[in-house]
């Protein structure tokens, strides 16, 4: 064994770990290398100084304070824990709230857009289509007046406009002819 | 924490309920504190607040401190304790609490240069020291000495880096293995054995011209 597989083993040489093989091999080398002796020793006193440091012990009212930290701990818990309860129950609440008001709105809104959609009516635009004036000559006489009678006339027209027939078309008939003069 | 129904499994004759407790293992403690008997907690409390006083306080070096952090420790412990998972060593959960409050605190001292391991160390009155201590059979000049040795010893330690003083004092002190320091300070094994090493060769060379 060298000084350096000694450094590496020396841990566990203290602790007591080692095999026991190890450990007759490490004593060996401690009985032949003095340097390594010297550290093995210096290291042992340094930690029996540590290990046997006095204890401190807690101070008179540790325990009293203790428990006065635990009692405002256990408190605090339970402030917190209500806290927490009450703000779930506010949140439901709240939730619940914002749920109804949602409806109510979506309710309102629909409402007034159906009554604005019922004012507005849009209709497709009314085209007006004027008919030409038909200005065919009219060469037979008397079966005009009876087909307009058949066309749904109330029958005192009808026998107002009867009598007037010869004049109208009388006239008709003179103006045609000066047209065709 | 706070809502488990708490009850009493354990009839409440005092001394024998303190009796059972105290022959429990730290696992079966737990289970009487989880199943509602509060006394249990004490018990803990009893069992693991000098350790772990002693532990804060040679990784801190501030004893008002390190009883604060202990305190601190033990309602974390309180509050989550149903969290704790059973499989595992109660110790080695409750060291890890710690250490990482303490390392917490040695970093906050970082950030404020004012406050200084030794400065605090030394704010360590006589009157704070246990009775245990002063052992009335010593001469003045023996004790004196003993106290010498305990100051040099101690600023020894925290002269060391605070990774390798978290790791010694864990050994050395507390007496955990490697396997258990790995998991309180969240290391792996070879760098818990590594810094260890480093930490013992350091503390030696530090300590060597005052004790020679």
């Not at chain 1, 006065?68 to 339970?78: I, V």
């Not at chain 1, 159906?114 to 497709?124: G, S």
């Not at chain 2, 959960?93 to 250490?99: D, G, M, Q």
């Not at chain 2, 906050?108 to 201590?133: A, G, I, Y």
């Amino acid at each position: 064994m060298d000084c350096r597989e000694f450094s590496e083993k020396h841990l566990a040489f203290v602790d007591d770990t080692l095999a026991g093989i190890e450990l007759v091999r490490m004593q060996r080398h401690m009985a032949q290398c003095e340097p390594c002796a010297r550290q093995d020793a210096k290291i042992r006193r340094a930690l029996l100084l540590f290990r046997n440091l006095p204890p401190i012990e807690p101070s008179m009212g540790f325990n009293d304070r203790l428990k006065a930290r635990l009692q405002e701990a256990h408190e605090n818990d339970m402030l917190l824990e209500t806290t927490r309860r009450n703000l779930t129950r506010g949140a439901v609440a709240a939730t619940f709230a914002t749920l109804a008001s949602a409806l109510m709105l979506a309710y309102i809104g629909n409402t007034v857009y159906q009554t604005e959609m019922t004012r507005d009516v849009v209709m497709p635009p009314v085209v007006a289509v004027a008919t030409e004036p038909d200005l065919t000559p009219i060469t037979i006489s008397t079966p005009a007046i009876v087909a307009s009678a058949s066309a749904g006339l109330a029958i005192w027209p009808v026998a107002l406009f009867a009598e007037e027939a010869p004049v109208r078309f009388a006239h008709s008939r003179f103006e045609l002819a000066k047209l065709n003069r | 924490m706070a809502n488990i129904v708490r009850k009493q499994l354990i009839p409440a004759v005092g001394p024998t309920v303190r009796e059972r407790l105290q022959a429990m293992d730290d696992s079966a403690v737990v289970t009487a504190f989880l199943g509602g008997e509060e006394r249990a907690f004490s018990e803990l409390v009893t069992r693991y607040q000098t350790r772990l006083l002693n532990f804060v306080y040679r990784t801190i070096g501030d004893r008002e401190k390190a009883e604060d952090l202990v305190q601190e420790v033990f309602i974390r412990v309180y509050r989550h304790l149903h969290r704790f998972d059973r499989s595992k060593k109660f110790s080695t959960w409750v060291y890890t609490i710690a250490s990482n409050l303490a390392k917490n605190e040695l970093r906050n001292r970082s950030r404020n240069p004012l406050v200084l391991f030794q400065t605090v160390q030394k704010n360590f009155q006589d009157e704070d020291r246990p009775l245990q201590f002063e052992d009335t059979t010593s001469r003045p000049d023996d004790m004196y000495r003993k106290r010498h040795l305990r100051e040099v010893v101690e600023e020894s330690v925290a002269k060391l880096p605070e990774h390798h003083r978290h790791v010694f004092v864990l050994r050395e002190l507390e007496g955990k293995s490697y396997e258990e320091i790995a998991e309180i300070t969240e290391c792996n094994l070879g760098t818990v054995k590594s810094r260890l090493n480093r930490a013992r060769n350091s503390f030696a060379e530090i300590i060597a011209p005052y004790v020679d």
